[in-house]
């Protein structure tokens, strides 16, 4: 736990900590020996430094800034299995050579590419020359979020880009390494598709198969998310536990059967090195990713209590294999897997200590489901702001169905692959039926409007108090006042998020990349100005727009006003609207949207002492896509926002017109991200901004915001923010003025771009 804590407090630095702390560890050892408590503070340093270390070896691999959008020659082999997108493909590659103009240059070892080439197919294990452009790692930044950022550094990316067509990819060998892993991962998956073809079950029998999930559909994992059964899919901790299991005590039993044969090797000590050897090979198949790596630890750990014929508690074991992963890995603390696996871990240790040896096995099955439920409920409320509430009893129906037969049967036909395909066909389709029939029980359970219970991340000490309650209610029998663990739960529900006052505005730009999304709430009343982009399958609504409004517990929307019907402001509208109950849908575009009404200047209303005003479109400025835009006005006692969407200089010319001064305003959204084509002088001077705001992705290609522009607004001494160096963007404007804070300088971590 001190390890623990030391890596803990690093994941929390804006800059690591100088190694020169780790000089201190010699002097705590001394006292440490006579008094073993100061065992704390030595491996609390050392798991500090531990970290510190790793994670500078990651940094130091980082793209150099002059190499930023430059063309550049690089020769590596492809990792992992290439993911196929709506527009190309997807895949890592370890760099082994970079040229720029025939010099060699210094790249990150491990890189992320695109490629739209569709003739383009690289396949696992293979070696390529390509032209590619790379940027250094940069994400959205807004609360409640994803960590995009921490993602690719936990994987050691420190490069993204996409390959360029003016040179056409050379493969550079001619059949990849025989004991290439992601070689035999791939080719498998491909098989079991071939012989499961229009199956829509395929997807994930290839996932138990070789731990590639990346093509189970969207609406699959929404079931499973719903239903709590996500851990089912891919080659997890589970069901490499099961597979070890199922071989220990078949081996073991095999092992004596001769007799003799446990007189050079006892029985269990066979039985625990076959153990191993399957984990490990089953884990290959996952191609030894993160989530692998640390059940094949625990596992390690586990056995060598048998190894060593020594019984150890099952307690001290798990603290052993905690301290072992991060002592592989410090870095696992970044993956919710991490905390999970070992949390599910302590909760079963915990209920299932004691004579439960009178209880059906189906009792014990349905008690460990709903103590894990439980006993997760707080870290699932802190990371992931929701938990399922049929979670126990899909369990109960998956997991035998899942770890009992379909890994099974998926197993014995990926062995059978080789000399009889045939009967491994039917053996997938078995498995597959099986799904089939299970998956009507997991949607019945989803669809329920019940089924999942989703509210704003806690605080710590409500999740603190929620901890306290999980331990009373899954304390022994007998233990006194376990019903006052209910008590300590309920801060983890009645803890809401702050709320504007009356007459308050908060205002926040959120950070979409090239797109623009807004939320303005007042006391009572929530209003969505855009939602951002579209990439394929990938939307902004559902990525930052939805998270964030759950973070700040908004659970309806009063008004959603979409501009226009460029995608970088429409493209997330969707997900929204079938995400949150929306009361009212104005929009310029209203023939594209369900339940829209078509937004004109002269509307207006007001919430809680803030008064709402479109002042454009007006009828002359329909049908230009741009000028079509809806252009928003908040006014109140403590200062106004306008947010006038992709207006250009003959929209901006038309309001200066009409409204004069009176579109002053605190606080200015950048007509059209900053482009050249507005932010006009005298729209400028009418408005007479405190703060301009550009809402525009990192070194996006239009290279929004202009320099021109920017000037512009220099000169008259606006203060000036951007969504990509700045993240989310939030205003609060009350009584004390108006008070402002960039979310990626207040939560600043060590692995942001610079």
Known sequence: MAFLSGVLLVQQLAVLPSLWWTLLLAPLLWPAIRRPLWFIPVFFLAGAMWVSFRAGIILDDSLPHELEGR?????????????????????????????????????????????????????????????????RPHGYQNPGGFDYEAHLFRDRIRAKGYVRDDMAPQRLDRVPAWYDIDRWRQDLGD??????????YAAIIVALANGDSRGVGAEQWQVLRRTGTLHLVAISGLHISLIAGV????????????????????????????????????????????????????????????????RFPPSQLLAVAGLAVLLYDPLAVMSAGFWLSFAAVAVILFVMHGDRSGKSVAWKLGYIQWAIALGMLPLMLAMFQQVSLVAPVANMLAVPVFDLMAVP?????TLMLGFAPDVAGFLFKLAAWLLQMLWQALTWLADLSFSQWTQPAPVWWALL???????????????????????????????????????????????VGQGLSAVVRTREHALLFDAGPRFGDFDTGKAVVEPYLRAVGVRRLNSFLISHKDIDHIGGAKSVLHGLPVE?????????????????????????GVDFDVLGPDDAG??????????????????????????????????????????????????HHGSKTSSTP?????????????????????????????????????ILYDSASSGALEFRLNANGLDVAAYRARHRRYWYAD
Request: hydrophobic share 50%; net charge positive.
């Open 71 to 135: 063309n550049l020659v690089v020769e590596g082999r492809i990792v992992d299995i290439p993911r196929r997108a709506e527009f190309g493909q997807r895949f890592e590659l370890e760099v082994a050579r970079a040229e720029l103009d025939g010099e060699a240059v210094h790249v990150p070892r491990k890189i992320l590419l695109n490629s739209r080439e569709y003739s383009f197919q690289p396949r696992a294990g293979e070696t390529w020359r390509l032209l590619v452009r790379l940027n």
């Open 465 to 511: 108090c929620g901890a306290i309650g999980v331990a009373l209610l899954l304390a022994p029998r007998g233990w006194p006042a376990r019903w006052v663990g209910v008590v300590w739960l309920l801060p983890l529900f009645m803890v809401r998020p702050p709320v504007p006052a009356a007459g308050e505005v908060w205002f926040t730009l959120l950070d």
């Open 409 to 413: 049967l998926t197993l014995l036909g």
């Open 191 to 200: 098989r079991i598709h071939s012989l499961l073809q229009d199956n829509e």
């Open 682 to 718: 005298a729209f400028i001077e009418a408005v007479a901004p405190r703060y301009v705001l550009f809402p525009a992705g990192y070194r996006n290609r239009y290279r929004h915001p202009h320099p021109v522009v920017v000037q512009r607004y220099v000169d008259r001494g606006v």
């Open 584 to 608: 009212k849908v104005l929009s310029s575009v209203p023939e594209i949207l369900p339940m829209a009404q078509l937004c004109r200047s002269g509307q207006s209303w007001n919430w809680d």
């Open 622 to 671: 329909a049908g230009r896509r741009n000028d079509a835009s809806c252009v928003l006005r908040v006014r109140s006692r403590h200062g106004n926002i306008l947010l006038p969407a992709d207006i250009e200089a003959k929209s901006e010319k038309k309001l200066v017109e009409t409204w004069g001064d009176r579109l002053r305003a605190e606080i200015l959204v950048a007509p």
């Open 247 to 310: 071989v220990f005590f078949m081996t073991r039993w095999l092992w004596a059967l001769p007799g003799t044969t446990v007189l050079r090797l006892p029985a269990p000590q066979f039985g625990a090195i076959c153990a191993l050897l399957a984990a490990a090979l089953y884990a290959a198949l996952a191609g030894f990713v993160v989530p692998t790596q640390r059940a094949l630890i625990m596992l390690t750990v586990a056995m060598a209590g048998i190894l060593l014929r020594r």
